[in-house]
């Protein structure tokens, strides 16, 4: 059993950065694939990004690669998303979730943080 709490979100305007982090437990131990996701309002949820148990692979989804890095320390259970150059479509709500093995559609996911909601101003 997983779980998962983001913290991080917040407003800011254009141009500017914010840094998500998702604290995880887990009851077993297990190697997880880590993601991070985002749902605006009345839109699906979409992928953001992703990154193996070893951090030696990471996966982000054509908007927001070069403007967003993801990163997991796993000595503090953490996975954090840094986010530069944020424009208004940046705004969501913004998930962290765990997966067996790497992976970009939600279905493949099957542990979710409550979420952390970002708005970008113009």
């Known amino acids: 059993q997983v779980q998962l709490v983001e913290s991080g979100g917040g407003l800011v305007q254009a141009g500017g950065s914010l840094r998500l982090s998702c604290a995880y437990s887990?009851?077993?131990?297990?190697?997880?694939?880590m993601g991070w996701f985002r749902q605006a309002p009345g839109k699906e949820r979409t992928f953001v990004a992703a990154?193996?148990?070893?951090?030696?692979?990471?996966h982000y989804a054509s908007s927001v690669k070069g403007r967003f890095t993801i990163s997991r320390d796993n000595a503090k259970s953490t996975v954090y998303l840094q986010m530069n150059s944020l424009n208004p479509e940046d705004t969501a709500v913004y998930y962290c979730?765990?997966?067996?093995?790497?992976?970009?559609?939600?279905?493949?996911?099957?542990?979710w943080g409550q979420g952390t909601q970002v708005t970008v101003s113009s």
């Open positions: 887990v009851r077993t131990f297990s190697s997880y694939a």
């Open positions: 979730a765990t997966a067996r093995d790497m992976a970009t559609t939600p279905g493949s996911y099957d542990g």
């Open positions: 990154i193996s148990w070893s951090a030696g692979i990471m």
